[in-house]
C-alpha cells in the first residue's frame, strides 16, 4: 500500500474494543453456566480465533461484529474437540486456552501461524505441567504444535521470572480447575484483565501489589461485559496527534486500566498536550475520553516497571522517539523479541529504511531526535499488526511517499485503522 504526507490529522474516533478484554470475555463467558453478552467486543482475526476455538469445545456464541453472546454451561460441558484447535496469529488465544485445557479431562491439539510456531511456550507449559497437566510439543514442549491431556491437578506457587498477563492468566485458569489454592507472582505487575474479569463473572482472588491468588472449584456465573476502546490501538493515534504539525484528535471511550497506561505516563513525560478525561462509571474496567494536541517533544528514558504497562506500544514510541528532540533510551524490554515478530529487530530495520537514527541494544533501543523521516522507501510489516500501523502513521511525516508491505496484519487487532486514519486526515 502507497501512502503519502499528510497536513494534520483532526476529528474525533471511536477506538475499537480491547484486544485482551475481548479474548477474555469469551473464554469466560464460556466457562460460565448462563448467557454472557458482550459489548464492543474486537472483531479482529485474533479474537475471532479464539471464538472459533471455543466452538469447536462445544459452546454456542453468536458474533454479530461487535455484538457477541455466548451461552455458556459451565467448564464441565466443554468437549473434546475432533480438530486441530487453531489460534491463528494469537498469542493470547495459545496461552490462557492452555491454562483452560490442563484442566480438562481430554484430549486437544493446538496450534497457530508461522509467528506463532516461533514463540516459546514452555513459560506457560512449564508451570501447567507442574500443575499435573500432560503436555508434549516440539523441542520438549517449547514449540507449536502442542498437544495436551488435562486434569487431576494440584495448585502452586508459581513465581514467573518475566511480568507476563498471559502466563499469569494461563496459571489462574488452571488453579481455578485445580486442588487447593494457586499463586501467581511476578517481578513487576502485568495487565490485571484476568483478575477483574474474573471478579464479574463471580470468582473470588486475593490480590498483592505483584501476586494473585485463586482457590481451585469455584464456578463462574454469566456477565454483561462492556469492552472499552483499547488503549494499545488508541496509542497510534496518541502519536499521529502528537507528531504532526497543526492536528488535534478526539478519542472516545478509551480503556484506561493503569496497569496499561504506560503510554500516557510516557507522553506526558516527553511534553505531549494530552488531555485525559475519565468517565464516571462503577464498571469493571476504567476507561475515558483522551484529547491529543501536537506540540514539542523531549527525549525519555524508559525501564524498570513501566515495561509491562507499555510492552506493546514500544514500536510506536520509536517513532514518537524520532520527533522528540534528544535521545531516548528504551530498557528492560528484552520481551521485545518474543512478541508477533522480534520487535528490536524489526522497528530499528523499518524506521531506519525511512531515515530514523535508531540502534538495538540488548534489552531495547536508543533514538536519536529529533529527525527529518526521509521516507520514499519499501517497508514491510513483517506480519506483524503493530509494526503495519507504527508505519502507516510514519507515512504522515515522511517527505517522500513510502510503499507498506504485508499491511493485512493490521486485520488482527484494528480492521479499521486506515479507514480511520484516512477520515483524520487533511491532505495537500
Ligand atoms: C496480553 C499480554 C501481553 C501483551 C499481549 C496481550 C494479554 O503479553 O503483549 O499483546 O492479553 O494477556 P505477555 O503477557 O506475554 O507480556
Do not use: W
Not at 453472546?69 to 464441565?76: C, E, L, P
Not at 493470547?92 to 480438562?104: E, P, Q, S, V, Y
Not at 513525560?269 to 484529547?291: C, F
Amino acid at each position: 500500500m502507497k501512502r503519502e504526507k499528510v497536513l494534520s490529522l483532526n476529528g474525533e474516533i471511536h477506538i475499537p474494543g480491547d484486544k485482551s478484554i475481548s479474548h477474555r470475555s469469551v473464554m469466560f463467558g464460556a466457562l460460565a453456566k448462563g448467557k454472557t453478552t458482550v459489548k464492543n467486543f474486537l472483531p479482529g482475526a485474533d479474537c475471532l480465533s479464539t471464538i472459533a476455538c471455543f466452538r469447536k469445545m462445544g459452546v454456542s456464541i453468536e458474533q454479530n461484529g461487535s455484538d457477541v453472546t455466548i451461552h455458556g454451561k459451565g467448564i464441565n460441558a466443554l468437549c473434546e474437540p475432533d480438530s486441530l484447535l487453531d489460534v491463528g496469529n494469537s498469542g493470547t488465544t495459545i496461552r490462557l486456552m492452555l491454562g483452560i485445557l490442563a484442566g480438562r479431562p481430554f484430549h486437544s491439539a493446538v496450534a497457530g501461524d508461522e509467528s506463532i510456531a516461533k514463540r516459546p511456550m514452555k513459560r506457560v507449559t512449564e508451570p501447567l505441567k507442574q500443575m499435573g497437566a500432560v503436555i508434549d510439543g516440539r523441542a520438549g514442549g517449547e514449540f507449536t504444535p502442542l498437544s495436551v491431556r488435562g486434569g487431576n491437578l494440584n495448585g502452586i506457587e508459581y513465581v514467573s521470572p518475566v511480568a507476563s498477563a498471559q502466563i499469569k492468566s494461563a496459571v489462574l485458569l488452571a488453579g481455578l480447575q485445580a486442588e487447593g489454592t494457586t499463586t501467581v507472582t511476578e517481578p513487576h505487575k502485568s495487565r490485571d484483565h484476568t483478575e477483574r474479569m474474573l471478579n464479574a463473572f463471580g470468582v473470588e482472588l486475593s490480590e498483592t501489589k505483584t501476586s494473585a491468588s485463586v482457590t481451585g472449584g469455584q464456578e463462574l456465573r454469566a456477565a454483561d461485559i462492556f469492552v472499552p476502546g483499547d488503549i494499545s490501538s488508541a496509542a497510534f493515534f496518541l502519536t499521529a496527534g502528537a507528531i504532526v504539525p497543526e492536528s488535534r484528535i478526539v478519542l472516545k471511550n478509551v480503556g484506561l486500566n493503569p496497569t496499561r497506561t504506560g503510554i500516557i505516563d510516557v507522553l506526558q513525560q516527553m511534553g505531549a498536550a494530552l488531555e485525559v478525561i475519565p468517565s464516571e462509571t462503577g464498571s469493571a474496567e476504567p476507561y475515558g475520553d483522551l484529547i491529543i494536541e501536537s506540540s514539542a517533544l523531549k527525549a525519555a528514558e524508559i525501564g524498570g516497571e513501566i515495561i509491562p504497562r507499555l510492552i506493546d506500544e514500544i514500536p510506536i514510541i520509536a517513532l514518537l522517539a524520532t520527533q522528540a528532540e534528544g535521545t531516548t533510551i528504551i530498557k528492560d524490554a528484552a520481551e521485545l523479541k518474543v512478541k508477533e515478530t522480534n520487535r528490536i529487530d524489526t522497528v530499528v530495520s523499518e524506521l531506519r529504511k525511512i531515515g530514523a537514527d535508531i540502534e538495538p541494544t540488548e534489552d531495547g533501543m536508543k533514538i536519536h531526535g529529533k529527525k527529518t523521516l526521509a521516507g520514499g522507501a519499501a517497508v514491510s510489516s513483517h506480519g506483524d499488526h503493530r509494526i503495519g500501523m507504527m508505519l502507516g502513521i510514519a507515512s504522515c511525516l515522511t517527505q517522500e511517499p513510502i510503499e507498506i508491505l504485508q499491511t493485512e496484519a493490521i486485520d488482527v487487532s484494528y480492521p479499521t485503522f486506515f479507514e480511520h486514519l484516512n477520515q483524520l486526515a487533511k491532505k495537500a
